[in-house]
């Protein structure tokens, strides 16, 4: 375990249903990430919040929502995706945005959409 | 951040020292060289990051041309379980409006 929890570890939903990936992290981290890996592609950022705020948004579908309630919990709210949105996505977390190298990932939700 | 450029991918006998080559040649004064690796299946994990000198930790060494146009990450003694890819990249140290961003790393293959 790295710290960073994300659930489930997997996740199979069809294209008209509506789930949430989570993350937890006890680090007492500030920033938390999204980040997306399709098959053989590089991983993609997606979101990034800092102290619960978002402070990127790297031009990702409205079909993908993000949802940080606090500096430990953050949520990726799917809904209506398509087939080629399966992929691993995977979160991440940092001490802040200024500390950012040392940056933490959980071992990832794969996501199959059907 | 300066771009990089890493071999698709590497074979190395188990037991023996895994040499990882990295080109930044455009690497600014202030760009410190990251490393992670990625197990099948697993989120990144932190290896090693350096400015200049040379750096070694549990896991690796990190070994920076004096030039800084290009670095090599050496596992010491690979086992089967260091058969992952490995990201090198370069950023600011403290660069917080820049989150990290990977590249297609070095699939690198532990034989036994």
């Known amino acids: 375990e790295t710290g960073v929890t994300q659930t489930p570890r997997h996740l199979v939903m069809g294209m008209t249903n509506k789930k949430s990936l989570k993350c937890e992290q006890h680090l007492g981290h500030n920033a938390m990430y999204w980040y997306k890996q399709s098959a053989k592609k590089p991983l993609e950022l997606m979101f990034v919040y800092s102290l619960e705020e978002r402070v990127e948004n790297n031009s990702v579908p409205s079909r993908f929502s993000p949802e940080c309630p606090n500096s430990s919990h953050l949520f990726l709210h799917l809904h209506t995706l398509q087939p080629e949105d399966s992929a691993l996505y995977l979160c991440?977390?940092?001490?802040?945005?200024?500390?950012?190298?040392?940056?933490?990932f959980g071992s990832g939700t794969r996501l199959t959409v059907v | 951040d300066a771009k990089t450029t890493q071999p698709t991918s590497m074979d190395c006998a188990e037991g023996r020292a895994a040499n990882l080559p990295c080109n930044h040649s455009?690497?600014?004064?202030?760009?410190?060289v990251y490393w992670y690796r990625q197990i099948h299946s697993q989120g990144p994990q932190y290896i090693i990051h350096?400015?200049?000198n040379n750096e070694t930790n549990e896991m690796a060494s990190l070994i920076i041309t004096e030039d800084r146009k290009s670095s090599t990450l050496i596992l010491p003694h690979a086992t089967l379980r260091d058969t992952a890819v490995y990201y090198c990249i370069v950023r600011v140290l403290n660069s917080g409006n820049t989150p990290l961003v990977f590249g297609k790393g070095t699939r690198l293959s532990v034989i036994a």
């Open positions: 455009t690497i600014s004064g202030n760009e410190y």
């Open positions: 350096g400015l200049k």
């Open positions: 991440a977390s940092s001490p802040s945005r200024e500390r950012s190298y040392g940056y933490t």
